[in-house]
């Protein structure tokens, strides 16, 4: 049984951090994804299995980074700059393949496992 557990959400201003991490079972190629209330699931960010590879999302970039610590099979997400449209909720997934193209990692059918999300709310 594959296990994704997210941490780190929560309540920040305008302006702040947040660091979301998300412990699996082994290592994956992985990413995470957000939903806004009312709106569609959206890609955030991904990481290769490797970790050599990264992928962001337009309206993260320059803002957040992922990375991953392969020892605990743990990746992370540091965002700064919180902004009130970065309100959602977070969800980690993780992928059986190793790798694929730019289109195919920030898709959502790309990944076989989802984590159960965390709330990441930002005041203004």
């Known amino acids: 049984q594959v296990q994704l557990v997210e941490s780190g959400g929560g309540l920040v201003q305008a302006g702040g951090s947040l660091r979301l991490s998300c412990a699996a079972s082994?290592?994956?190629?992985m990413a995470w994804f957000r939903r806004a209330p009312g709106k569609e699931r959206e890609f955030v960010a991904a990481?290769?299995?490797?970790?050599?590879?990264?992928y962001y999302a337009e309206s993260v970039k320059g803002r957040c980074t992922i990375s991953r610590d392969n020892a605990k099979n743990t990746m992370y997400l540091q965002m700064n700059t919180l902004k009130p449209e970065d309100t959602a909720v977070y969800y980690c997934?993780?992928?059986?393949?190793?790798?694929?193209?730019?289109?195919?990692?920030?898709?959502?059918?790309?990944?076989?496992?989802w984590g159960q999300g965390t709330q990441v709310t930002v005041s203004s």
């Open positions: 997934a993780a992928s059986r393949l190793v790798g694929g193209t730019v289109l195919a990692v920030t898709a959502g059918e790309f990944y076989d496992y």
């Open positions: 082994k290592r994956y190629a």
């Open positions: 990481i290769s299995w490797s970790g050599t590879r990264t």
